[in-house]
């Protein structure tokens, strides 16, 4: 049976006899999300999923619903002075 080290917590984590590059597994002690990045030894890091970055991107953006409808209410105004 394998072992490896969560990078999370340090908790040794039996992956079984069959290892697989990519392979993701969670640990029981922290709850992150790991994906096997070498077989031998077996080594572990933090799954990457993309769902999860496409979030994260949408949290950084700086959009102002009100500063838009300024916008178009401006431009509505000067349509209406034509």
Do not use: H
């Amino acid at each position: 049976m394998a072992i490896a080290t969560c990078p999370g917590c340090d908790e040794d984590i039996e992956i079984g006899s069959r290892v697989r590059l990519g392979q993701t597994i969670i640990c029981n002690r922290c709850g992150a999300r790991l994906e096997i990045i070498a077989v031998n030894p077996p080594e572990l890091d933090w799954a990457f999923d993309e769902s999860d970055d496409l979030e994260d991107d949408s949290d950084d953006l700086d959009f102002d619903e009100e500063e838009e409808d300024e916008e178009f209410e401006d431009l509505d105004d000067e349509e209406d002075e034509e």
